[in-house]
């Protein structure tokens, strides 16, 4: 258990979010993972003093984030106002009169009253057969701005919006997206999309922050992988695995890491990351592994209206 929390960023509507989430998306897990697995890792997580969790509707493990955090209410671990839960709505529920009732079912799922941050998932709209449909996402963000004036969220942000899609969305709502959730790790550093956002005072979520590291069954995926050279001195020199030192690189930079683990011995490892600082050699190091090559790809939308990437 860390002696204290986690630090937070500050959101530009006054919240504050800590800066590491547990991923509970299992899109990119062991095929042996079962949703069991997503309630002991939300309880071991906040056990281990994460107070961000990350999930989304399309997951479909929100019920068992839910179990998982009031396993840790009950055992008195935490109470609802330490944490920061953060879901998304999927891209099927983008007209805007569907946004507070999608909402309200991921709250009826995670037995909750409110959570801390509601996301756009992609800008992308479907229908429900997840063919195309043209639903602007400005549209769908009035939606979001109600859900927020209901009290049903303290936060609201977008995933996956590209640096055109974040200009268009801030000059035409009400309230700016408070994050911007997207894929950053050493071989998609995302320099320009980072710095769009920080400057635009909007805070950055890093998913599939170990990139490559972890084996994504992709043989030809460039560096680096566990064992590489750099990393391995780097870790070496604090102590720390190649895991914590991806993930200190993230939070280096001001982003808001999510690693995924259902393994509490590796949940543990992946918060243990604010002991240590890396030097702007390291950073400089880790960061030209990039190779603007992603672990998410969605190629079957590419044709979609408003494919981002
Ligand atoms: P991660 O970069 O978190 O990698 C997860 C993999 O790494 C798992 O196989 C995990 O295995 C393994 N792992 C975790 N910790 C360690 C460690 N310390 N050492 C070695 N291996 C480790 O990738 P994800 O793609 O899962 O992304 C993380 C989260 O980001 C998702 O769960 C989701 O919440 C979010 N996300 C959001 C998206 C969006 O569109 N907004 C898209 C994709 C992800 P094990 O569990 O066995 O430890």
Known sequence: VLATQPPCVLL???????????????????ETDTLDDVRNAVFWAIEAGYRHID??????????????????????????????????????????????????????????????????????????????DNIDYLDTWKGMEEAKQLGLTTSIGVSNFNISQIDRLLANSNVPPAVNEFEVNPTLTQEPLVYHCMSRNIAVMAYSPFGFLVSRNRPEAPPPKYDDPIIGAIAAKYGKSPGQVVLRFAIERGLVPIPKSTNQKRIAENINVFDFELSAEEIAAIASFNKNVRVIEIDGWKDYPNYPF
């Open 12 to 30: 530009n509507d006054g919240n504050k979010m800590p800066m590491i989430a547990l991923g509970t998306g299992r899109g990119t897990a062991k």
């Open 55 to 132: 999930t989304a509707a399309v997951y479909g493990d929100e019920e068992q984030v839910g179990q998982g955090i009031a396993d840790a209410i009950a055992k008195g671990i935490v109470t609802r106002d330490q944490l920061f839960i953060t879901t998304k709505l999927w891209n099927d529920k983008h007209a805007r009169d569907q946004v507070v009732p999608a909402l309200k079912e991921s709250l009826s799922r995670l037995g909750l009253e409110y959570v801390d941050l509601f996301l756009i998932h992609f800008p992308i709209a479907t229908k429900e057969d997840g063919s195309p």
